[in-house]
Each structure stands twice: as C-alpha cells, then as structure tokens.
C-alpha cells in the first residue's frame, strides 16, 4: 500500500533522517511512498507565530534527497510531494511557484485561520475562547475556496479542524458535508484519508466516517497518508483505513507522478 504524506525535520516540528523513513515504509511493506513535507511559508510572504515549515533556502535541498533515495535503484518509489497552506489572496504567488519544481503532486492543506494556526497545540486555546460552529463555518468555507482554486492535487486531512476533539453538531456538520463535498466533486481534486487523527484527541481518522460516505457516493478519489513525523509513525494506520474505506464502498485509491493522477487497486 500507499502513503504520501511523511515530513521530514527540515518543518521544525518533525525528527529522524528521510532515510529511516524509507527504511520504515520498506518494513512496513508499502509499495510506495511520498514527502510531503511543509512548503516554505517565507515563499508566500506569511510569516507564522510558530516556525512550522521548511525555509525556502531548503526547498531545493529537500527534493534533491529524495532524488539521491531514489537513485538507489531499489524497488520502493519515493513521490517528490509537498503540503503547502491554502492561504487566500496568495493565489497566483502560489500557483508559479508550484509551477516552477517538479513535485509529483501538491498536497493543499488548511492550518491558519487568519494568524491563529489553530493545529498547534501552544494555540490550542482558541478553540475554547470562539464559538466552535462559527469556527467550523469558517474553516469549511476556506476548505471550499482550496477546491476552487484548483491550485492542488491533493486536500490534506479536509476536516482537521476537529483535531482537538472540538465538535460542532450533528445537524451542521451534515450541512457542512453536503456543502463542502459537492465544492470537492466539482473541482476534480483528490481527496487524502489521513491516519493522523487517530494520534490525537479527535481519535477518527481525516475525514470522518460520514464524510467518507458522502465522497463514495459522489465518486470522488481518495489517496492514503499517515502525516509521519517521525519515522516510526510511517504507514501507521494505514491498513486499517483500507479496511475502512473497503467497508465505505472504495476498491482503489489514487497514486501520482508528475502531478498526473493513476488508481492502485485496494
């Protein structure tokens, strides 16, 4: 199986060498993998509170090792991805420079509700001191806004908001999913089923069971990522979100290369 989404320690809040990430994902039994670490917000002139990416004097740096683990000539491919913030009103900057390195996919994600990185745990915080459904409403509308922009391959764990185990209603979350779902089909882009979430206070994988099920009926593509941040978290989860999306109705996910997207039968 597949898993296209592991950092490295360039993003700051990541440890281990890409190689034993390789060596895991070969251990593991996975057939193929991909970085995705975090694009170089200096790029995009966003400045965060918490350093939680890779400089842009070490984008060049990062695709050249993973050419130099892929050289080895054995039998495990490695992606060139990356995960690069959604940020609004940067979207031409961010379209030329995607334009201008020759990733095998971009991998759009949501971490940044204006300054507030509401997936960091120093800024947890927040959560308590807004109101929960106004902060899903906002989030879900940015969510709608990265499908639009066709500007990625990927969305990266969709509905990460709830990483905290911060839950807004039943009722709204099902206006939400109806909403965000039909954005997603009609932009084409993938969709990433994130192990992530079941290390955290959320305890459910990115996205929920529900949502899985409003994606099936709408034929839309699912890739699989475990959001490694060290190299024993490689793959983890992975096998039992196969389980799951076989249970939702799934038969393949999506694999890329060359930002051109193929199906890996589960």
């Not at 993998?33 to 400045?47: C, K, M, N, R, S």
């Not at 892929?70 to 039998?75: F, H, I, K, L, Y």
Request: charged share 30%; hydrophobic share 40%; glycine share 8%.
């Amino acid at each position: 199986m597949i898993d296209y989404h592991l950092h490295t320690k360039r993003c700051h809040h990541a440890a281990g060498e890409m190689v034993e990430y390789v060596e895991e994902a070969r251990r593991k039994g996975l057939v193929e993998i991909g970085f995705a670490d975090h694009f170089p917000l200096d790029l995009l002139g966003y400045e965060p509170k918490n350093p939680v990416t890779m400089e842009g004097e070490e984008l060049e740096e990062y695709l050249a090792e993973i050419d130099s683990l892929n050289s080895r000539g054995e039998a495990l491919p490695i992606r060139r991805g990356i995960e690069v913030d959604y940020l609004p009103g940067r979207e031409g900057e961010t379209r030329r420079l995607l334009q201008a390195y020759p990733f095998d996919y971009a991998l759009g994600s949501i971490h940044f509700l204006g300054d507030w990185d509401f997936t960091h745990p120093a800024q947890v915080k927040g959560f308590a001191e807004g109101c929960v459904p106004s902060i899903y409403d906002e989030y879900f509308a940015l969510v709608r806004r990265l499908a639009a922009s066709r500007l990625f391959d990927i969305i990266g764990h969709i509905d990460v908001v709830k990483k905290f185990g911060y839950d807004s209603h039943e009722e709204h979350m099902e206006a939400i999913i109806r909403e965000t779902v039909i954005a997603v089909k009609e932009s084409g882009i993938c969709l990433e089923v994130n192990t992530a979430g079941w290390r955290v206070p959320a305890a459910e994988q990115y996205p929920s069971r529900a949502f899985l099920q409003a994606c099936f009926r709408e034929d839309i593509p699912l890739t699989l990522g475990s959001d490694a941040h060290c190299p024993s978290q490689v793959g983890e989860g992975i096998f039992k979100a196969v389980e799951l999306l076989k249970d939702v109705g799934y038969r393949r996910v999506a694999r890329f290369h060359r930002r051109r997207r193929y199906y890996q039968n589960l």
